[in-house]
């Protein structure tokens, strides 16, 4: 049998097929006979949500930022509350042994601050580390949490010491009044009596003219055995340095005004300005451009100091026949009417331009006045506030 009859007769064998992968789970195998009329589904591939997961990291992320915006808002307004310093305290005393937790306490209690326990946070972070119990006479309501750190870091009165305070608008016999009750070593006629005599010395303040608006409003500490020498010095010569400070050195060149006379104006002013800080410097240009006009001044608070008086007056009260009635007598007062504070004595060398002439109070929550250069606009704001019982 030759090779070629021999091949003939073996079974044949198929080459091996190659199964194709189908991706609906079916084999082909190899044969070609697929069913053309077969239908299949077309193949998704998975994707994930990741647009959904983005926008909702997002979302969180922003109202995470709307909360931290919210408590970053809050803390500061606790930190540096709005407004300005509220009026002094007579004392805040910390008891020995109080942590500082219960300083804060205290001093939240008595308004110094808004917040203890975030002032106790605060105190600590910024390093707040020892303080010493006793009477402190210079914290003030409203205060930032520096500022109270500040008075903590200064300290108490000194054991058998004694504190003066004089707020500022006081006027010169109140404020002697008030250092004889609170230094009882003292008495007001000793107080007066030192004043003449010419032992206390002042840069600014006329020899031999009353001493009114020459001492500064603040709060002072004093000796174990005052006299009335060094208290009044101590005074008179705070008053000197502030207006060293402001310039008044140079008053005249800078204002056209003697010192002294500034000192009146500022005096005024004091008296005059409402709540918005800004009253105090229109009100000492309102009292400049009336005397540059040659027109009184008209300012009741004069009136009333001449009469020793506070409060509303008469109409008796308007006609008095004094120097210090600047409804009839143009120019300034013969003297200052109450201690200016350091912003008044600003106000007075340093008043923004306005043409204003005319003021009026409009409100007295907060009290506040409207400023014109109008005589028709005043008289129907003055109308306007009376009749809504204003004054």
Known sequence: MNRATETARRPQRR????ERFDPYGELDDGSGDWDDEEVYEEYEPYRPGGARVVKVFVALLALAGVLLGGIVWWA????????????????VTV?????????????ETDGVIANAWLFGYYARWQGLAS????????FRKNSTFDEAMDVLAKGPLPPRSSSITIPPGTRLADA???IAKQVPSLTVDQLNATLASGQVKSKYHPAGE???GYLAPDTYEVGEKPTAVGVLQKLVSAQDKR?????YARAQALTGRSAPDLVKIASMVEAEAGTPPEEKGKIARVIFNRLERNEILGIDAVIAYGLGKKGSLTKKDLETDSPYNNRRNKGLPPTAIALPSEASLMAAISPPDGNWIYYVLVSNDP???LFTSSAREFQQAKEKAQAEGVF
């Open 95 to 107: 008891p020995k042994g109080a942590g500082l937790d219960r300083v804060a306490e205290i001093l």
């Open 15 to 18: 080459p091996p097929t190659k």
């Open 210 to 212: 009353s001493w009114e």
């Open 367 to 369: 009290p506040s006045h």
């Open 176 to 178: 002697l009044t008030r």
């Open 131 to 138: 303080w010493k119990a006793g009477d402190y006479v210079v």
């Open 243 to 247: 207006l060293d400070g402001l310039g």
């Open 76 to 91: 500061s307004r606790q930190i540096d509350p709005p407004g300005e310093q509220g009026p002094q305290l007579a004392k």
